[in-house]
């Protein structure tokens, strides 16, 4: 069963800090998205890696950095939060082309981590 | 890039009838279109998907058609149960054929309401 982890359910900050959002998946996959949900405006991608230490802007990425260091994690950088960053922050990897008996397009979404940025 | 619209924001269905969902997308290179359910408090949860190569796909209770000419797609949910209510999300990407990763571009989202 494919399992996707972030390090925090909830998470209060202050304006200007910086911010480090963690996430893990335990199934070796190639590809990990950051998205951010909001009310009425569906999930936006923010960065997306398909590789170790590769990185593509999404459609909002202004303001946020990220890294991926190792194959299994993918963190988002808030460099300097600000209130407009409060927000609800998804995750999601995918599997590696030519994986058989399934979609490699097939997204799988973390819990989730609601950031309030005060 | 791309844009998906969905409608409508809203549905509520008496419990026992169908609900259909409806999506455009803008970009014709789109080739990979999934829905996604998500309960209240909870990630959202692939339900179906569709490529550019499938006109209809069923799953149960659970379709979805696709009109590439038309650039839309469409969920249907027939013999409508409570457990059904949530919220759903079209969306639209590339999918590998574009030459690696793509990041999904969704719609707003429309939430289902299955009365008693």
């Known amino acids: 069963d494919v399992k996707v982890t972030q390090s925090s359910r909830y998470l209060v900050k202050r304006t200007g800090e910086k911010v480090f959002l963690e996430c893990v998946q335990d199934?070796?996959?190639?590809?990990m998205f950051w998205y951010r949900q909001d009310p009425g405006l569906g999930l936006r991608l923010i960065y997306f890696s398909y590789d170790v230490k590769m990185k593509e802007k999404g459609d909002i990425p202004e303001g946020y950095s990220v890294s991926r260091e190792k194959k299994e994690r993918f963190s988002l950088i808030l460099e300097s939060a600000s209130t407009n960053q409060t927000s609800m922050y998804l995750c999601?990897?995918?599997?590696?082309?030519?994986?058989?008996?399934?979609?490699?397009?097939?997204?799988?979404f973390g819990p989730g981590t609601r950031l309030t940025v005060l | 890039g791309e844009n998906v619209e969905q409608h409508p924001s809203t549905l509520s269905v008496q419990e026992g009838d169908s609900a259909v969902i409806k999506c455009t997308y803008s970009d014709s290179a789109s080739n990979y279109f999934p829905w996604y359910k998500q309960e209240l408090g909870k990630r959202p949860q692939l339900i179906i998907d569709?490529?550019?190569?499938?006109g209809e796909k069923k799953d149960q209770r659970i379709a979805v058609t696709l009109n590439k000419t038309a650039k839309h797609f469409s969920l249907h949910i027939t013999e409508t149960q409570p457990e059904d209510s949530a919220v759903y999300f079209c969306a639209a990407s590339l999918g590998y054929s574009g030459g690696g990763a793509d990041g999904l571009t969704f719609g707003k989202g429309t939430h289902l309401i299955i009365q008693p």
């Open positions: 199934m070796d996959h190639e590809n």
């Open positions: 569709i490529r550019s190569n499938v």
């Open positions: 999601a990897s995918s599997p590696p082309s030519g994986l058989a008996g399934g979609s490699t397009d097939t997204q799988y």
